[in-house]
């Protein structure tokens, strides 16, 4: 059975730092797309970071949301089965659950929306407040 499982949210302080983890069982993210995507309050699903398949030795093409360009970065922890989103100088704009999801095909040009992703974690939440 092919899980997702987010895990790293919490209560940050705006200027704060957090990484989250996204890991997965009954399958390798090694060479699978993956997606962040949040939903804050009252607004729709969205995406903040994507990253295609594996691309030789490279972790892949990497998309951001222009609204965490600079602070947001996606990499992959294959020693974890996992691919990680660490975040910097966290923004109150930034609460909401947080989750990833992954794509079943291969792709190096990763369309970062929802709709480009067949498996989905239940989310984890970032609360951003002093």
């Known amino acids: 059975q092919l899980q997702l499982v987010e895990s790293g949210g919490g209560l940050v302080q705006p200027g704060g730092s957090l990484r989250l983890s996204c890991a997965a069982s009954g399958f390798s993210l090694d060479k699978s797309p993956i997606g962040w995507f949040r939903r804050a309050p009252g607004k729709e699903r969205e995406g903040v970071s994507c990253?295609?398949?594996?691309?030789?030795?490279?972790?892949?093409?990497?998309v951001y949301a222009d609204s965490v360009k600079g602070r947001f970065e996606i990499f992959r922890d294959n020693a974890k089965n996992s691919v990680e989103l660490q975040i910097h100088t966290l923004k109150p704009e930034d609460t909401g659950i947080y989750y990833c999801?992954?794509?079943?095909?291969?792709?190096?040009?990763?369309?970062?929306?929802?709709?480009?992703?067949?498996?989905w974690g239940h989310g984890t939440e970032v609360t951003v407040s002093s």
């Open positions: 990253i295609s398949s594996r691309i030789g030795d490279n972790d892949g093409n990497t």
């Open positions: 999801a992954a794509m079943a095909g291969f792709t190096v040009q990763v369309m970062c929306v929802p709709a480009s992703f067949d498996y």
